[in-house]
């Protein structure tokens, strides 16, 4: 869907949204390299650093010598900038509806010795027939610059044009942990830098066959229609939520989808009034439902 009836966003006036949109819409990602500041790199390993060395993940998706810490937003000030920093709502408010939503909100640190993660589209989980505008928009910021040595994302552009079937051969192509088949990048980029693609785009993390690990984090954002990745209403307690801005909340779920303002009520009220630690939820409450 085109979001063009979106209010346009205050990004910098020097930030060309016009190109990343043609790019996404084009080749199916676009990147902006000076997305993070040095002082944002810094606090986001400091911020990180607690969370790691500490977990593996649960199956080759995850990757087993991968680690992700989910819902990053509740864990500092700077998870919170990246996530909804002006010149990327710029870009999703072309794609997506008004009240789109935070989907998924993870670190990925993949270790030395990883192998590359299967090929998948992020927003497959929506079952509707392909070709098909996203439901989501992704994201993947790097805090390691990328490279093909340490896991930089493999991804087919143009892929999220593809049919189905095209897909499936792709598919059956990919074999002993490269993808082979049709034309494909590695994304090689510095640290700080974000790439933004299409929730249809074909991808999958790199290898990583250098002697150092890459951290990286993954930002997805869904129609206001969609379910979400990530349950934010419970990962997120509510005393933090209380200190971020209306914008973020809106991004967390605590917002009503329009026309009719109904999905996403709380008893009739809007969810953010839960965030009033005077607010009594309707059912508790004798007298006016
Ligand atoms: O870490 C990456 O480069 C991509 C990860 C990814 O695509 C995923 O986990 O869905």
Not at 3 to 26: C, I, K, M, W, Y
Not at 80 to 88: A, N, V
Request: proline share 7%; net charge neutral.
């Amino acid at each position: 869907m085109d979001g063009s009836q979106n209010p346009t966003r205050r990004a910098p006036a020097s930030f060309d949204v016009d190109g990343h949109v043609e790019r996404l819409r084009v080749d199916g990602y676009t990147i902006i390299e000076d997305y993070m500041t040095p002082a944002q790199l810094a606090a986001f390993r400091d911020g990180m650093a607690p969370h790691l060395g500490i977990y593996r993940g649960r199956n080759s998706f995850e990757g087993r010598a991968t680690e992700r810490v989910y819902t990053i937003v509740g864990r500092g000030k700077v998870f919170e900038e990246i996530t909804e920093d002006t010149r990327l709502l710029a870009i999703l408010d072309r794609f997506l509806m008004p009240h789109y939503l935070l989907s998924a909100n993870h670190a990925i640190c993949i270790h030395p010795g990883e192998a590359q993660q299967n090929l998948h589209y992020d927003d497959s989980f929506y079952p509707f027939p392909l070709p098909r505008s996203s439901i989501s928009i992704s994201t993947i910021g790097a805090i390691d610059a990328f490279t093909p040595e340490n896991g930089g994302t493999v991804m087919y552009p143009g892929s999220h044009l593809w049919p189905t079937e095209r897909r499936l051969a792709l598919g059956r192509s990919y074999e002993a942990g490269r993808p082979t088949g049709e034309d494909f990048i590695q994304l090689t980029m510095p640290a700080g830098a974000l790439c933004v693609f299409q929730g249809t785009l074909i991808h999958g993390a790199g290898a990583n066959r250098s002697d150092k690990s890459r951290l990286a984090y993954t930002n997805h954002y869904c129609e206001p229609w969609a379910r979400t990745q990530e349950n934010f209403y419970l990962g997120v307690p509510r005393e933090r939520v209380r200190g971020m801005s209306q914008t973020l909340i809106g991004l967390l779920g605590y917002d009503l989808r329009r026309p009719y303002d109904i999905m996403g009520q709380v008893g009739g009220y809007h969810p953010a009034k839960v965030l009033d630690p005077a607010f009594v939820l309707p059912v508790e409450r004798t007298g006016r439902p």
